[in-house]
């Protein structure tokens, strides 16, 4: 069984930092690239980032995230991490960890998604 565990959420200030971890399991993790997504109510499911297998080398962000958030991979721990600094109101959502299908990020597909994890961002 597929399994994405997001940790790291919370509360944070403007201008603050916060990283989110996601542990992977029931695949292998070095094979397939992975993905955050974030939503907010009333709002449509965005891609916030996407980092391909380490084979691959690659990553991928909107201009919401370019410049402020991160993500990296550590295929010893089977984790997938998003660094967002600078955090604004606006970044208030729920995060998601998503697995794609492939090892590129060929596009906002995904064959499981997490639980998903509360970032709430104070003015």
């Known amino acids: 069984e597929v399994q994405l565990v997001e940790s790291g959420g919370g509360l944070v200030q403007a201008g603050g930092s916060l990283t989110l971890s996601c542990a992977a399991s029931?695949?292998?993790?070095?094979?397939?690239?992975m993905m955050w997504f974030r939503q907010a109510p009333g709002k449509g499911r965005e891609v916030v980032s996407c980092i391909s297998s380490s084979s691959k080398n690659s990553t991928y962000y909107p201009d919401s995230a370019k410049g402020r958030f991160t993500i990296s991979r550590d295929n010893g721990k089977n984790t997938v991490y998003l660094q967002m600094n600078d955090l604004r109101p606006e970044d208030t959502n729920i995060y998601y960890c998503a697995r794609h299908p492939l090892q590129w990020c060929t596009g906002p597909v995904v064959a499981n998604w997490g639980q998903g994890i509360q970032v709430t961002v104070s003015s």
């Open positions: 029931g695949f292998t993790f070095d094979d397939y690239a």
